[in-house]
């Protein structure tokens, strides 16, 4: 995955998976770490932090470097969701990515410390 500015009115192209997007331009790529916010699709989410996706793994990979970091303040993650999409609590598996928060049509949800703590210490713990 990659993460690259985009310029207003610029020309988007659909990919393999049909999502409208900017031709790729190296000079304007930028590496995760120095990004202050992402805006993450997802599929459902819970009031906690936690992200269902769609199933690619593509943000887990490319984010996987923050579960090393125990202090990490930046990018915030930031869910974009609608409100139907809400569920009460999502199994998390030890590589998902928690968000700071998501907001929805109706609502912000605040993802929890204890989550991310909790998402934090089940990949410090494994072999």
Not at 12 to 26: D, G, H, M, Q, V
Not at 30 to 57: N, Q, S
């Amino acid at each position: 995955m990659v993460f690259q500015r985009v310029r207003p009115n610029e020309r988007l192209r659909p990919n393999r998976f049909r999502i409208a997007e900017p031709t790729a331009k190296p000079q304007r790529q930028r590496k995760v770490w120095a990004l202050d916010l992402i805006m993450l699709p997802l599929v459902g989410f819970d009031p906690e932090g936690g992200r269902l996706g769609m199933g690619g793994g593509f943000y887990d990979r490319s984010l996987a470097y923050l579960q090393r970091r125990h202090n990490w303040h930046k990018p915030t993650l930031l869910g974009l969701a609608h409100e139907c999409q809400k569920v009460d609590r999502l199994a998390l598996a030890s590589w998902d990515v928690v968000l700071h928060a998501t907001v929805t049509d109706q609502a912000w949800y605040r993802g929890s410390k204890a989550a991310q703590g909790a998402a934090l210490a089940e990949v410090s713990s494994q072999p």
